[in-house]
């Protein structure tokens, strides 16, 4: 199977390393962690759907980040709960393209929404009187549906261009499928491929974390002159910045690893920062918001504790 003959692969093999050797036990924990992913994901859409107060564009931009984050994960944890309690690892040619679409239409949403979130609390704080009729509830989902339409064109041009690909192995170093891991595996020249990641990297990696830094330079400039104004700016911002710095890192972390090779960093190292950028922004983005965001906070003690009073009230009539 080295050779050009190997077109149209049925299998391609994931290489786990020597996570194999407790393959059962990361296993649970990756069940776990998806379980607690869903569920803290579905509390902040569920309270922000739920509760009247909470339908203005900053709490439905959150709700998009954490629908995001569901989706991400979907794409990503079930494939590899099977690997992990298999005895083989492998993926089928179509599912691996099918992931490859899912995790970078994830990435791409997941930026672009950062940097709409950003915007959004910039116009917010800077520009208080005219936020009303220049952002509403109606204009955010507009926007949300135009980021799910901008990243999903520009994704599938990317898969497309891999699936053209005729390739001459199918082993892939890593334990999730992922655009570059394929496009290496081609037999012909890779050029247009290459120069359109180029493309979509600058464009995540190197425009939209600009025009966020941007975003809360100005933010900070106007709330600097009140302090006050900068309290109440920092509580608001800081999730959305903690968010964003730990998800940039990650996906830079992964472009180096590209350019110095994978055989080149350590295998565990390789594999915990890859996985983050797939795991920990889902994870966290709840938490951050749920404890940050008073108000979300607020409404979601009350929901269980609605329902705690409910089930005592039931006992009572038992």
């Known amino acids: 199977m080295q050779n050009s003959t190997f077109s149209s692969p049925l299998v391609l093999s994931l290489t786990f390393g020597t996570i194999s050797d407790f393959n059962y036990v990361y296993g649970v924990i990756s069940l776990l962690g998806f379980l607690m992913i869903i569920f803290s994901n579905l ?38 709960i099977v690997n992990l309690f298999s005895k083989t690892q492998i993926i089928s040619y179509a599912a691996c393209i099918t992931q490859i679409f899912c995790i970078y239409f994830y990435v791409s949403c997941e930026m672009t929404l950062m940097t709409v979130m ?8 800077c520009n208080p009187l005219s936020y009303s009729t220049l952002m509403n509830l109606t204009k955010a989902f507009k926007i949300i549906i135009g980021v799910w339409l901008y990243s999903f064109i520009s994704i599938i041009v990317h898969t497309l261009l891999t699936v053209r690909l005729p390739l001459c192995d199918n082993v892939i170093l890593k334990i999730y499928c992922d655009n570059w ?9 890779t050029t247009v491929n290459n120069i359109y990641g180029l493309f979509i990297t600058v464009k995540l990696l190197g425009v939209m974390p600009m025009l966020v830094i941007l975003s809360y330079v100005k933010i900070l400039k ?3 002159k009140s302090k006050d104004n900068l309290l109440k700016a920092m509580q608001t911002c800081t999730p959305q910045l903690i968010s964003f710095v730990i998800f940039v890192t990650d996906c830079l972390f992964e472009v180096i690893l590209y ?21 920990v922004p889902p994870f966290v983005n709840p938490l951050l918001y749920g404890m940050k965001m008073q108000a979300i906070k607020v409404k979601i003690l009350q929901c269980f504790t609605m329902k705690k009073r409910e089930m005592e009230k039931q006992v009572d009539n038992a």
């Open 43 to 80: 509390t902040i859409i569920c309270t922000v759907y739920l509760n009247q107060s909470l339908h203005e564009p900053m709490y439905v931009f959150i709700s998009a980040l954490c629908t995001n984050g569901l989706y991400g994960s979907i794409s990503f944890f079930p494939s590899l």
């Open 259 to 279: 350019r110095l090779g994978p055989t080149q960093v350590p295998y565990g190292l390789r594999v915990a920062m890859l996985l983050q950028s797939l795991v």
């Open 118 to 125: 950003a915007y959004d609390r910039y116009m917010c704080i």
């Open 222 to 224: 106007v709330c600097a």
């Open 181 to 189: 891991s394929v496009v290496r595996l081609s037999c012909i020249d």
